[in-house]
């Protein structure tokens, strides 16, 4: 049986306990922080070891997967008072999952690398908690080669796409090029799912219906049943798929890049969060074509 590193995961939400069971799963000794004690009870019970603190946590690990929401926060996690870079040596690999702005990883990847002497990849997901589970998350990295290489350690167990997409931040550009496909594909999928039901056709059937064609996609597959059912079981929620959009548009502005498809579904995202939806699972979007009650 292959000798599995230890990993800490700082960032116990929704993906971040989904990485860290499917790390356990398969073998590895597994750390975990989150200011939140709560997340990291259940992780607890199943194996982990608790950290008291992010620095604590990347001591005792090699390789430091870090899973939260904004670059704020990934900034305060790592640098803060008794964050990772606190905890980091020069063998030390950190492993960012989140999903945040391209610019805000090169700086950091700098700074941990100048001041520490330890590494840093950028990892965004596409899968969600579901394909975490699994081990067959879609992973777009960047970073140097070297340490691209380094981290399929990791990535074996919770990958089975994992491209090195170029050096440090373009992992994350990669990211927002998902992210723009997944949200019109929801809006899309949504909408194909009223204009069946409006027109009496059972939505539940589109999925098998339309496998295969060229209406056919992951997202339909997965989120179509779920749309016709309206299971709001959580899968991925609104207001990151709004933060999400909002690094798009920020970037396109940059480079005065046109986007009118993805302006508009981030219009109608800004609107689901003005319902109060944005905690919400993405399927609720559902809820939109019923008025927003």
Known sequence: MKN?????????GIMGTAIATRLLEVGHQVTVF??????VKNLVQKGAKEAATAEAAARASTFVIISLNTSSIVRRAVFGSEGVAGGCSNDTLVIDMSSIDPDSTKDMAEELTKTKGAGWVDAPLSGGAPKALLGKLTVMAGGTEANVQKAREVMDSLCANYT???PSGA????KMVNQVLCAIGFEAVAEAVRLAEAGGVD????????????ADSNILQEFGPKM????????????NMMKDLEAVQSFAFSQRLALPVTSTVSDLHRLYLAA?????????IMKYFGGLK
């Open 34 to 39: 989150d200011i939140d004690k709560e997340k």
């Open 228 to 239: 016709a059912a309206r299971d709001y079981s959580p899968t991925g929620r609104i207001d």
């Open 276 to 284: 109060g939806l944005g905690d919400r699972d993405t399927t609720e």
């Open 203 to 214: 939505a539940t059937k589109l999925s098998l219906a339309l496998a295969g064609g060229r």
């Open 4 to 12: 599995l590193p230890p990993v800490s995961v700082v960032g116990n």
């Open 171 to 174: 992992g994350q550009t990669t």
């Open 164 to 166: 090195h997409m170029g």
